[in-house]
């Protein structure tokens, strides 16, 4: 058990360490190899192997759909307060806080009209 836990640890790190790589040499594919939803796929995958539950791993698909949306702040904002001149530590902070209402209002706007996931 310990073992599939390493297993998993072992190649969704290194995920994000191949990416932090490429993006040195190449901001475009760098951007590229991040934007595949590579956390959800392995998301699901996990999920599966380990349910094997396909109803979990659709409802986990159907959620990260709707959380898409909210998500695409951080990606809006950053940029903008960085061309602003503000520092990235405080831009990140600040484009993190903003996507956290996002996904509030997100999902309370999801409960009030009885969307469920």
Same mark, same amino acid.
């Given at each position: ?15 994000? !360490?191949? !990416? ?12 590229? !190899? ?6 959800? !796929? ?76």
């Amino acid at each position: 058990m310990i073992f599939h836990y390493f297993i998993k640890v072992f190649i969704s790190s290194g995920i994000i !360490v191949l !990416v932090s790589e490429i993006a040195k040499r190449d901001n475009l594919l760098g951007g590229l !190899v991040a934007s595949i939803p590579l956390v959800s !796929v392995l998301s699901m995958i996990w999920l599966y192997i380990d349910t094997n539950d396909i109803d979990k791993v659709k409802a986990l698909a159907n959620g990260i759909l709707w959380m898409v949306v909210p998500s695409m702040s951080l990606f809006i904002i950053f940029p903008i307060l960085i061309n602003y001149g503000i520092k990235f530590y405080l831009s990140l902070t600040i484009s993190i806080l903003i996507t956290m209402v996002c996904y509030l209002l997100t999902i309370s706007f999801m409960n009030y009209f009885g969307f469920k996931v």
